[in-house]
């Protein structure tokens, strides 16, 4: 073989791969790859709507033509392509693109054309006509993405709800069925559908504003606001189920859905309370002799720590703190972890009583 003429293959061959990892080496997702992966053969129609167009992330034919980022790879015609850029331009209607989706991604059936120049263009969302593929394999992923999509059939709410642990969907339907019995006494007939939109404005948000009101998610790590949600609401309101809160509790959420719907009901967004509570207690402290000082010095600089002093009689120390808690804490339980991690543990601390106030009355 002529030297020359193999020098300017190779030579091809790498302009053409550095044009390929340019625009992107890898292909988008393939339909059959991730379909055979889940397991996702039962198949519903879910008609047409939008679709975010970051959630479309592959091709049930031809996804070696695209890159990554769903753009044509060099060796693929572009007439259509152009053609379709240009009817964009101009504002002309296409018609929806066909679309089939694995939990929350979507494959392209036919509008490859149409994908690519939207996502070119810088779009949001296109409107596509949807075929959804439930996946069958049985991880916690597709379980919690089953009775979700359960939940969503049942209810027809769109907006997202997303819980971690299985089975919590079944409780909110519960909540939604106790909420539209309730509705019927004044509303015969009232549908399903009906009932948890209501339930979802008066009871589900409301109760998600004052959990995002008082900052709780940081004490949650890998859960969602509506696990959060469930949680309270189970254990508030479900017969039998009850924990002891603190004392405050029932003032804010109510023992009951539709007491707290009610008591939402005659207050603006801006008035929810706050999922916060201060506890006050005073601890009397004895210490080893000469120590009292070192003691005094090391819990003043507590933030919690609002007074000390240093008396005379059965104790030595008297300490006022302040603590903060959240709603699913009891005063006990916060109070009871202060001083055994800030107070007791403390060289030099003998023993500890705690009082907490019950009616107090200062000037």
């Known amino acids: 073989m002529d030297i020359t003429f193999l020098k300017s293959i190779l030579k091809r061959i790498g302009a053409d791969r550095g044009l390929s990892s340019r625009s992107g080496e890898n292909p988008v997702k393939s339909f059959a790859d991730d379909q055979q992966k889940e397991l996702a053969y039962d198949y519903k129609e879910r008609g047409i709507g939008p679709v975010p167009l970051n959630q479309i992330v592959g091709s049930v034919g031809r996804y070696h033509d695209f890159d990554s980022r769903f753009r044509f790879k060099p060796h693929v015609p572009s007439d259509r392509f152009h053609n379709i850029r240009k009817a964009m331009k101009e504002g002309k209607r296409l018609p929806p693109v066909r679309l089939y989706q694995i939990k929350d991604e979507y494959y392209v059936l036919d509008g490859n054309h149409r994908v690519s120049a939207a996502k070119e263009f810088g779009y949001q969302e296109i409107d596509a006509s949807i075929i959804e593929f439930i996946p069958s394999k049985n991880t916690l992923e597709n379980i919690l993405y089953r009775e979700k999509t359960d939940f969503v059939e049942k209810t027809g709410l769109s907006h997202s709800i997303h819980l971690t642990e299985i089975g919590q969907y079944d409780r909110l339907i519960a909540q939604i069925a106790a909420h539209r019995e309730f509705l019927e006494k004044a509303t015969a007939g009232i549908s399903f559908e009906k009932a948890a939109e209501d339930w979802y404005g008066t009871v589900y948000r409301p109760l998600m504003s004052i959990i995002e009101k008082g900052n709780l998610m940081a ?8 696990d959060l949600y469930a949680y309270i609401s189970v254990h508030q309101w479900d017969e039998g189920r009850r924990r002891h809160y603190g004392r405050e509790i029932d003032c804010i959420i109510s023992t009951s859905m539709e007491a707290f719907r009610e008591k939402m009901s005659k207050a603006d967004e801006v008035e929810y309370p706050e999922m916060h509570r201060g506890i006050t207690a005073f601890v009397l402290m004895n210490v080893k002799a000469k120590s009292e000082y070192r003691i005094m ?3 003043f600089h507590l933030d919690e720590v609002k007074e000390i002093h240093s008396v005379h009689g059965d104790v030595d120390v008297l300490v006022k703190v302040v603590l903060t808690r959240d709603l699913l804490s009891s005063d006990s339980e916060m109070i009871g972890e ?15 009583q705690t009082l907490i106030p019950g009616v107090s009355k200062v000037k």
């Open 219 to 226: 004490f949650f790590p890998g859960r969602t606001p509506a």
């Open 338 to 352: 202060f001083v055994h991690n800030k107070i007791r543990s403390l060289p030099g601390v003998i023993s500890t």
């Open 297 to 299: 010095d090391k819990l």
